[in-house]
């Protein structure tokens, strides 16, 4: 059961997430290189020090954001590893077109439900890859007595 977020907050937030991807997707792409294929490809994964304090033993959903600083040339997949075991992830999982960001500003997001978690501090890795160079950021997930970050 999810009693992290009311009904209708859990809606709120899904509805201002698609909207912000829907501008995010709408964001004109940077300008191609005249000689493509040579322009080399400068971007980094941001990590923006993103974390969640969750209570032990209970299900749980959330999400992270996917920051990019720079330019890139070709399609940007993004994803997680080394997750809660029994964790699950989902939409929208979609490749970041070509472009470029200032590394502030949400490309995408990795949706994840976890399952009831012991107590502890978890550090899964939101990962970013061109097909050539693949890049992580941690993220914390802490579960403890109660919900919240002090």
Aim: glycine fraction near 10%.
């Amino acid at each position: 059961m999810f009693r992290s977020i009311p009904g209708l907050a859990r809606l709120v937030l899904g509805l201002v997430t698609a909207v912000m991807l829907a501008l995010a997707a709408s964001q004109p792409a940077a300008a191609a290189a005249t000689d493509t294929g040579t322009a080399p490809t400068t971007w980094q994964l941001t990590g923006v020090g993103q974390r969640i304090c969750i209570p032990a033993g209970e299900s749980w959903w959330t999400y992270f954001w996917i920051t990019i600083d720079g330019e890139w040339a070709t399609p940007i997949e993004v994803g997680a590893r080394n997750l809660p075991a029994g964790t699950t992830t989902s939409l929208p999982h979609v490749p970041i077109p070509p472009g470029s960001s200032n590394g502030r500003t949400a490309l995408n997001l990795i949706a994840m439900t976890l399952p009831p978690l012991p107590f502890g501090v978890y550090q899964p890795e939101l990962t970013a890859s061109d097909g050539v160079v693949t890049q992580s950021v941690p993220v914390t997930i802490k579960v403890q007595e109660r919900w919240g970050c002090a």
